[in-house]
């Protein structure tokens, strides 16, 4: 199994370029979520997906956007990039919401934006 | 809102030693998932352990253990045998059993093992 596949593993953007950080899992779990990891201040959630076609935001959604129309892929899309942006970003997934079972967590994408 | 505290930013141990990191967090919830993870080099996130809150007994993994004080909201790992793999960040996360299925993290406390 591959598990949560996250790609690209490193990006640099400029100000104001747009992207999408891929995110794919091959456990068909129902449960998906971004979060980004900032120095001192541990993951914090984006966005989650509780299933296909079914998406809602975290606690820090502004300046991204989800999709997820099948239930292995769940990219994410930085609009219009900013320095704020610059982090590390993670891709986890999960049967049952991640309570029992916990999340299985992607290798990450770091994204700097110059 | 719960929140999740670390208040150890860096551990270190001898290697065969026994360490224990701490964790303190803060809920209305009577029901929830508390969890280590840990963070390799590597970047990958590893869940080491899970509890559940209605559970008094402590979730043991291995070498891997908790000591879980429900009254006083502490969730402590403890690492026995310590091994250079076990060199890390490591996270505590709270995780609520109803809502938004968001887990919260603590900030992290890296460990280093010494040879």
């Known amino acids: 199994n591959a598990g949560v596949t996250q790609t690209p593993k490193f990006q640099v953007l400029k100000t104001g370029q747009s992207m999408t950080l891929q995110c794919a899992q091959d456990?068909?779990?129902?449960?998906m979520s971004w979060y980004r990891q900032d120095p001192g201040m541990g993951l914090r959630l984006i966005h989650y997906?509780?299933?296909?076609?079914?998406?809602d935001q975290g606690e820090v959604p502004n300046g991204y956007n989800v999709s997820r129309s099948t239930t292995e892929d769940f990219p994410l899309r930085l609009l219009s990039a900013a320095p704020s942006q610059t982090s590390v970003y993670f891709c986890?997934?999960?049967?049952?919401?991640?309570?029992?079972?916990?999340?299985?967590f992607g290798s990450g994408t770091r994204l700097t934006v110059v | 809102a719960q929140t999740v505290t670390q208040s150890q930013p860096e551990m270190s141990v001898q290697e065969a030693e026994t360490v224990t990191l701490s964790c303190t967090y803060d809920?209305?919830?009577?029901?929830?998932?508390l969890f280590w993870y840990k963070q390799p080099p590597s970047r990958q996130m590893i869940l080491v352990i899970r509890?559940?809150?209605?559970?008094?007994q402590n979730a043991t993994e291995n070498r891997f253990s908790v000591n879980f004080q429900k009254a006083a909201k502490s969730f402590s790992l403890k690492i026995s045998d310590s091994q250079l793999g076990d060199a890390a960040m490591y996270f505590c996360?709270?995780?609520?059993?109803?809502?938004?299925?968001?887990?919260?993290f603590g900030t992290g406390t890296r460990l280093k093992v010494l040879a």
């Open positions: 986890a997934s999960s049967r049952g919401g991640g309570g029992f079972y916990g999340y299985t």
């Open positions: 456990m068909n779990h129902e449960y």
């Open positions: 997906s509780v299933g296909a076609g079914i998406t």
């Open positions: 809920t209305s919830e009577s029901d929830y998932y």
């Open positions: 509890q559940e809150a209605y559970k008094q």
């Open positions: 996360a709270y995780r609520t059993l109803s809502g938004t299925y968001k887990y919260i």
